[in-house]
């Protein structure tokens, strides 16, 4: 994951949309990926995971895109629900190593 | 089957203090991590735990410091407090720490320094 700043980025969308959240990643060495919703009080908790070897993954209600042409992520849900509402991480891990590298994250907002 | 549980929930200390935070990791999990959660750094490795070894270590300063217990229960250790040490610590938790396997967090402990 990269560092993005102090500011946390912000997607407000309305319940109903499909909602594009993305994430850039700096080691072209990392071959797996992992995105993460932490809601207000918990913590992070796991949502799907993509390898290097795959440019698409489909979950429920989630889609994992992964371009590492150009080192970036992106995580899509669709018709977002208000219970979606929380802050999404990605993070990377490359082979050799265990311990995955977590972006800053995005606060999804979602209105009734 | 009980999640990764942490305690306590909330602590407030003074800077110059020491504190303990303890996580017990779901049954059959041998692997525990440690991760600072800050506004500002996001969410930063302190150390990995497996069988009683920290196995990994993040780049935190020697103040920082843990240990895993024989039943997998890990607690870490932050000596000196510093204002800057404010944060939610997150303790995660994993069959056996290696290869792609998910990782299960607690709720962590909000941790504030005055």
């Known amino acids: 994951g990269e560092s993005v700043g102090l500011h946390l980025p912000t997607l407000s969308v309305q319940e109903g949309d499909n909602s594009i959240i993305n994430c850039a990643y700096s080691n072209s060495a990392s071959d797996y990926f992992i995105w993460y919703k932490q809601e207000s009080g918990k913590g992070p908790q796991f949502i799907i995971d993509i390898r290097s070897n795959m440019d698409k993954r489909q979950g429920q209600r989630v889609t994992v895109l992964l371009n590492k042409t150009v080192k970036h992520l992106s995580l899509q849900i669709a018709a977002t629900q208000p219970g979606d509402s929380a802050v999404y991480f990605c993070a990377d891990l490359t082979g050799g190593s265990y311990i995955p590298t977590f972006g800053r994250g995005t606060s999804l907002i979602v209105h009734p | 089957k009980a999640g990764v549980t942490q305690t306590p929930r909330y602590l407030i200390k003074t800077r110059g203090q020491q504190v303990t935070l303890s996580c017990s990791p779901i049954s059959g999990h041998r692997s525990v991590s440690w991760y600072q959660q800050t506004p500002g750094q996001g969410l930063q490795f302190l150390f990995e735990?497996?069988?009683?070894?920290?196995?990994n270590k993040g780049n935190f300063p020697g103040r920082f410091s843990g240990r895993q217990f024989s039943n997998s229960r890990s607690e870490m250790n932050v000596s000196t407090l510093e204002l800057g040490d404010s944060a939610l610590y997150l303790c995660?938790?994993?069959?056996?720490?290696?290869?792609?396997?998910?990782?299960?967090f607690g709720s962590g402990t909000q941790l504030s320094v005055l």
């Open positions: 735990y497996f069988s009683e070894t920290q196995r």
């Open positions: 995660a938790s994993s069959l056996t720490g290696r290869g792609n396997e998910k990782l299960f």
